[in-house]
Every structure is written in structure tokens, then in C-alpha cells.
């Protein structure tokens, strides 16, 4: 009887942790731009459907978070593309 422990079953072939690492990368990319534009389309949205009062809310909530969605889209993007070798 052969000896069940001698072979790992789950491995398949060679690891490649890079190939594992850019799909991550390429998926929090992904994420963070679909997010931002959720932001700014519901923000549009939200306004188009507004009256003139409420649009001056939605402007100054727009001015408060799209800076901060923008830094965080802009550090992902920036380790996503920086980190990658030639």
C-alpha cells in the first residue's frame, strides 16, 4: 500500500507567488476604480433628481469625500502600477 503522506495532492504544479500578487493587485485596482465611480454617480444622481437647495448639500458632501476617494484610488493605482517590474 502506498504511503499516503509521500505526495502533496493539492499541489498541482509551481507556485508563482507574483502571478498570485499582480491578480490581487489587479483586483483591488479593479475595486477601487468601480467604488469611485460608484461615489461620484451617486452624488450626480442624487443631485440631478434634487432642488436647488439640496444641490448646494450634495455639492459641499461631494467636496468632503471625493478628495478622500480620490487619495485612496490614487495610492491604489499608484502601488499597482509603481510595484511592477519591467
Known amino acids: 500500500m ?3 503522506f509521500s505526495s502533496n ?3 498541482t504544479g509551481n507556485y508563482d507567488p507574483d502571478r498570485a500578487r499582480e491578480g490581487v ?6 475595486i477601487a476604480i ?3 465611480l460608484a461615489v461620484v454617480i451617486a452624488y ?9 437647495t439640496t444641490w448646494v448639500r450634495v455639492k459641499d458632501a461631494m467636496q468632503a ?4 476617494v480620490t487619495s485612496v484610488l490614487g495610492t491604489v493605482l499608484g502601488f499597482y502600477f ?4 519591467s
Open 2 to 4: 502506498p504511503d499516503p
Open 25 to 30: 493587485r489587479g483586483t483591488v485596482a479593479i
Open 44 to 52: 450626480l444622481s442624487f443631485a440631478a433628481n434634487s432642488l436647488d
Open 65 to 68: 469625500i471625493l478628495p478622500a
Open 34 to 36: 468601480v467604488m469611485f
Open 82 to 85: 509603481g510595484s511592477q517590474r
Open 9 to 11: 495532492p493539492f499541489h
